[in-house]
């Protein structure tokens, strides 16, 4: 699986869009990038995934590059509930087994009033 | 409710006690994985089961051990073996392979004294 640099921290002002970078710049055709995040001491929870197309959900929006090197998860209206560790993952769905997930360090996104 | 659950929340032992954390799914899921969080570091995977009655293990699992008799349950047990057994435990279930989303439970704090 494709290894993810994320920037270790970031802070965004609540109610103002949060822009989460990750750069995978050895990503190949058949991996998929996921986004999980983790509120302190609570187990992570699934946001959104993709495969080229940008992608939107009740949660976030992700926005992949056309070459695929890089993407950004953006969460439109921050809240301090959104304040956590974010997760970019890459893997692929055909030759990764039984679907296990390797988490890096993430990005800790501090949410301010 | 739908979900995976994890008993219990905190867990002390003594050094040289093994000691099983539970894990139960009630999402119909075949896949489930346990994952090991050290202080302000990501997730390792230590085993993961494809489907009852069979399990792998993951990048960790040394000093680890886990059965898989029923779809809805996986239990892990840490050892007298594992060195540094002190850390946060989270299990995950999936419906791999139709879906690889995984759904995580509230996690165990595990503290050996």
């Known amino acids: 699986d494709a290894k993810t640099t994320q920037p270790p921290s970031m802070d965004c002002a609540e109610g103002r869009a949060a822009n989460l970078p990750c750069n995978h710049s050895t990503i190949s055709g058949n991996e998929y990038v996921y986004w999980y995040r983790q509120i302190h001491s609570q187990g992570p929870q699934y946001i959104i995934h993709g495969l080229k197309n940008n992608e939107t959900n009740e949660m976030a929006s992700l926005i992949i590059t056309e070459d695929r090197k890089s993407s950004t998860l953006i969460l439109p209206h921050a809240t301090l509930r959104d304040t956590a560790v974010y997760y970019c993952?890459?893997?692929?769905?055909?030759?990764?087994?039984?679907?296990?997930?390797?988490f890096g360090q993430g990005t800790e996104l501090s949410v301010k009033p | 409710d739908g979900g995976i659950t994890q008993s219990p929340k905190y867990l002390f032992r003594k050094e040289g006690q093994n000691v099983t954390l539970s894990c139960e799914q009630n999402l119909n899921h075949d896949a489930m994985y346990w994952y090991r969080q050290d202080p302000g570091q990501g997730l390792r995977l230590i085993y993961y089961?494809?489907?009852?009655?069979?399990?792998q293990k993951g990048d960790i699992a040394e000093g680890y051990s886990v059965s898989r008799e029923k779809k809805e349950s996986f239990p892990l047990t840490v050892t007298s073996a594992q060195k540094n057994p002190t850390a946060f435990y989270l299990c995950?279930?999936?419906?791999?392979?139709?879906?690889?989303?995984?759904?995580f439970g509230p996690g165990t704090r595990l503290t050996v004294l």
């Open positions: 089961s494809q489907i009852v009655n069979d399990f």
């Open positions: 993952i890459v893997r692929s769905r055909i030759y990764n087994q039984g679907g296990k997930l390797i």
């Open positions: 995950a279930s999936s419906g791999w392979p139709t879906s690889d989303t995984q759904y």
